[in-house]
């Protein structure tokens, strides 16, 4: 496709279910983020992807946030037994290169209201 | 870690007028970029500007990095500006992260 695609845009979870949400980066990028978005705030770090390497999960808030891109392209964020706390946009973004000044780009984003 | 911070938090312009945004951030960078976020939640990346300046079209953005702050100049501002803007740093030390500061939040009325 011509951007980040992700999915669902929407996501209700009861809490303590287990959620997957889907990252489509702009093909051939190499460069892939997870932030979270809270009602108000700006986005903070999750994890970076370069290709299939996992190189930096340091904002995960708990080990139940889990991420992966096994084949150096779509990425999956999981979030185990989730809490209220985890209500928030999550967004995907991708770089063409891993260099600093590679343009982000970002998704719409999965909204997530934990019940 | 480092911090980022924006101003003013609120913003409210009449269509036509210029208006400036600052980023403060509190260690050295080697990557600022500035986004517009749309009403739809849509993120766009702006500028890529860790130091100098910057044009495209109506917008303009300067980084003084020795005195750790970027600016962002709208002029004659339209409608569609309206949305947050939100600066980013990635700070010297670190890996592939930005910082994001909580956003000027623009609304632009006709």
């Known amino acids: 496709g011509a951007g980040v695609s992700q999915s669902p845009r929407y996501k209700v979870a009861k809490r303590g279910q287990d959620v997957a949400l889907r990252c489509d980066p702009i093909?051939?990028?190499?460069?892939l983020f997870w932030y979270q978005q809270a009602l108000g705030q700006g986005p903070e770090f999750l994890t970076y992807?370069?290709?299939?390497?996992?190189?930096?999960k340091s904002g995960l808030p708990s080990d139940r946030f889990f991420a992966e891109r096994p084949e150096g392209s779509v990425s999956t964020l999981k979030i185990q037994r989730t809490q209220q706390e985890d209500s928030a946009v999550y967004l995907c973004?991708?770089?063409?290169?891993?260099?600093?000044?590679?343009?982000?780009?970002f998704g719409n984003g999965t909204r997530l209201t934990v019940t | 870690g480092i911090q980022v911070e924006q101003s003013p938090p609120d913003l409210i312009l009449q269509e036509g007028a210029n208006s400036t945004l600052r980023c403060n951030f509190s260690?050295?960078?080697?990557?600022l970029q500035w986004f517009h976020q749309n009403p739809w939640g849509q993120l766009i990346n702006l500028f890529y500007?860790?130091?100098g300046t910057k044009q495209n079209g109506r917008l303009s953005a300067t980084t003084v990095a020795t005195e750790r702050y970027s600016l962002l100049y709208i002029s004659s501002s339209q409608t569609t500006d309206s949305g947050v803007y939100f600066c980013?740093?990635?700070?010297?030390?670190?890996?592939?992260?930005?910082?994001f500061g909580e956003g000027t939040q623009l609304t632009v009325n006709p």
């Open positions: 260690d050295s960078v080697n990557n």
């Open positions: 973004a991708s770089s063409f290169t891993h260099r600093r000044n590679s343009p982000l780009h």
């Open positions: 992807f370069q290709n299939e390497a996992q190189l930096d």
């Open positions: 093909s051939g990028h190499v460069s």
């Open positions: 500007i860790p130091s």
């Open positions: 980013a740093v990635d700070p010297e030390t670190s890996g592939s992260r930005l910082t």
